[in-house]
């Protein structure tokens, strides 16, 4: 069964261009979650769905950060434009329905290289 | 005050040895807590959980949580080089789906 996919894997891309994350979830489960990670701040939560609808996005730093979740196999995290200190791993996770034990599972990150 | 906090290492310890990892939270009404694996350049993975307060064990690895001191800890008994790795504590609040992440102890076993 494939975990969590995400594309691309690496990023490089110059200062105002316009970047893309994918994330194809776990396929049933209901839950899918945006991460930041970086040395100083360590893992964020940028913004979490729940059925494709967006519940928390108090994460998300600015407005420059968007995410969307079309359906439920596919949602990508945009940022317009990037900044260097968006540098960063990103990481996607989903998880099955609610309880308070649902163990979230993270896909491989997409690792941001804004120059 | 961080919302959790974790001493970020590196915590040495020889094979064999007990590994201690702690971690501290700020909220009193988180219910849920967890400790993530994280490779160098690899994603994070599940290893326990714990949501009672008390020890729980799963093979060499304790979880142990005391709500009232708001502390929870990760005992790796009979540390293997392999353990060496970066351990994050997450935390969760009834009713939330959303976790909150310490920065991670750095954990290295030496042969």
């Known amino acids: 069964d494939a975990g969590v996919i995400q594309s691309p894997r690496h990023e490089v891309t110059e200062m105002g261009q316009e970047v893309t994350l994918r994330c194809k979830p776990i396929?049933?489960?209901?839950?899918l979650f945006w991460y930041r990670q970086t040395m100083m701040r360590g893992l964020e939560l940028l913004i979490y769905?729940?059925?494709?609808?967006?519940?928390?996005d108090s994460g998300m730093p600015e407005d420059r950060f968007s995410a969307k979740m079309p359906n439920a196999s596919f949602s990508t995290l945009k940022i317009q434009p990037s900044e260097p200190r968006d540098s960063a791993v990103y990481f996607c996770?989903?998880?099955?329905?609610?309880?308070?034990?649902?163990?979230?599972?993270f896909g491989p990150g997409t690792r941001l290289t804004v120059l | 005050q961080k919302e959790v906090e974790q001493n970020s290492g590196p915590l040495s310890v020889p094979e064999g040895a007990i590994a201690s990892l702690n971690c501290t939270y700020s909220?009193?009404?988180?219910?849920?807590f967890f400790w993530y694996r994280q490779y160098s350049g690899k994603s994070p993975e599940l290893i326990m959980s714990?949501?009672?307060?008390g020890d729980k064990e799963d093979g060499r690895f304790t979880a142990q949580l005391n709500k009232a001191s708001q502390y929870v800890s990760l005992l790796i008994r009979d540390s293997q080089p392999s353990d060496s790795a970066t351990y994050l504590c997450?935390?969760?609040?009834?009713?939330?789906?959303?976790?909150?992440f310490g920065t991670g102890t750095r954990l290295l076993v030496s042969p």
């Open positions: 996770a989903s998880s099955e329905l609610a309880g308070e034990y649902n163990e979230q599972f």
């Open positions: 396929s049933g489960h209901d839950y």
């Open positions: 769905f729940n059925n494709n609808v967006p519940i928390d």
């Open positions: 909220d009193r009404v988180s219910q849920s």
């Open positions: 714990i949501y009672s307060n």
């Open positions: 997450a935390v969760k609040n009834t009713g939330f789906q959303k976790l909150v």
